[in-house]
């Protein structure tokens, strides 16, 4: 029963560090979202990407982010030269083409600490 | 900008008693999820609801979609130890597509 897996769960990066952060969806599921989560707050959409393609970046901010999900493998989320205001819990969701109603089904998460 | 406001945003209470926590909006949504978050974890995805006055029930929670689409409770019949963690409430529009969430209603059920 493999649910939406992430990894790592904690990463501890520097200031001006990369930090990659890889997220494999529920078997069957063809859609990934990435929301982060600060303390105290709700869950902010960030990106939403289908195989090979990114549908919706809105959430994304412009400079220093990207995001990927390839045709093999995870999806991934990218934060170039870190910094502190980066530290936050980041969630991936997945969902399926048949899904009527929008359900999305979360991982883990990863806590990103940016010292 | 859709907004989703959650209330109360904490709530603390003695295992038996019952509850209702709140998901506001001004906007329309096509679906709404519940979800509950435990520390350390991602959410966990409850109900969803699609149709205006909806209710749904999952054992001793109870779920209801305002008729207008715009809002939503859950309500906790004898609340457990079990319960405590965040109750997120999240809309959607159309089948895909992001979910706008609220902040949560923190709940602590003590024994």
């Known amino acids: 029963n493999a649910g939406v897996m992430q990894n790592p769960r904690h990463l501890v990066r520097r200031r001006g560090q990369e930090a990659r952060l890889r997220c494999s969806p529920m078997k069957g599921h063809s859609h990934v979202y990435w929301y982060r989560q600060l303390p105290e707050e709700g869950l902010k959409f960030m990106v939403y990407l289908q195989k090979e393609n990114i549908i919706d970046e809105s959430g994304m901010p412009k400079e220093r982010f990207s995001a990927e999900f390839p045709k093999e493998g995870p999806s991934i989320l990218r934060i170039q030269q870190v910094v502190r205001g980066d530290s936050a819990a980041y969630f991936c969701?997945?969902?399926?083409?048949?899904?009527?109603?929008?359900?999305?089904?979360f991982g883990p998460g990863t806590r990103l600490t940016v010292l | 900008t859709q907004l989703l406001e959650q209330s109360p945003q904490f709530l603390s209470i003695q295992e038996g008693e019952n509850l209702t926590v709140y998901c506001n909006s001004s906007?329309?949504?096509?679906?709404l999820q519940w979800y509950r978050q435990e520390p350390g974890e991602g959410p966990v995805l409850l109900v969803t609801v699609v149709t205006g006055g909806e209710v749904k029930k999952l054992k001793r929670l109870t779920f209801q979609f305002g008729d207008a689409r715009k809002d939503s409770s859950l309500h906790i019949t004898a609340a457990q130890p079990g319960d405590t963690g965040l109750y997120l409430c999240?809309?959607?529009?159309?089948?895909?597509?992001?979910?706008?969430f609220g902040k949560g209603t923190k709940l602590s059920v003590k024994p």
């Open positions: 969701a997945s969902s399926t083409l048949a899904s009527r109603y929008n359900e999305q089904f």
């Open positions: 906007s329309v949504f096509s679906s």
């Open positions: 999240a809309g959607g529009e159309g089948s895909q597509g992001n979910l706008i």
